[in-house]
């Protein structure tokens, strides 16, 4: 299993290597000022970190008062994730129209886009990362955890 060292440089390279791809494609694609964009995609970067907790956290909870147990099933798991996106499509949808001055519409294009670009960046991504940062053997975790 991870550590908490870990999943912390995990999530910092993952936003920041995730920024640092969707801001200028993004600008590029929706013609939007580079800076401008570029907080846009900060702040809603910030709001998915903050978001990933407290929903996880919190659907956690429901299925362990349910269910006695927090292992989901494939059909959980698309729920899970399916809750998770349509929560924060609602959240950054305005947010995106109000910042950027575009429509609604215009707003769900770019949420509809961010959304299917960190789908394809988190697969990609996570794969890369457990290559590069192996999870230790138990046992070798073990024991240096004894020593």
């Known amino acids: 299993m991870r550590t908490a060292k870990d999943r912390f440089r ?4 993952f936003e920041v290597l ?23 995609a900060l702040i809603c970067s910030i709001v998915a970190t903050l978001w990933n907790y407290v929903y ?9 008062r ?26 950054m949808m305005p947010f995106l129209a109000w910042f950027l001055g575009v429509t609604l519409l215009e707003a769900f294009v770019m ?9 394809v960046y988190a697969f990609v991504f996570n794969w890369v990362y ?7 053997d138990a046992g070798a975790a073990e024991f240096a955890n004894a020593g």
């Open 10 to 13: 995990h999530a910092i390279l």
């Open 18 to 40: 995730g920024l640092l791809l969707v801001t200028p494609v993004g600008a590029w694609l929706f013609h939007i000022p580079f800076q401008h964009f570029g907080a846009a």
């Open 56 to 64: 996880n956290f919190a659907f956690d909870r429901v299925m362990q």
């Open 66 to 91: 349910q269910t006695g147990s927090t292992q989901k099933t494939v059909a959980q798991r698309i729920l899970h994730a399916v809750m998770f996106e349509l929560g924060l499509l609602l959240a």
């Open 111 to 119: 949420d509809i886009g961010f959304a299917g670009f960190y789908l």
């Open 130 to 136: 457990d290559i590069v940062f192996p999870v230790p």
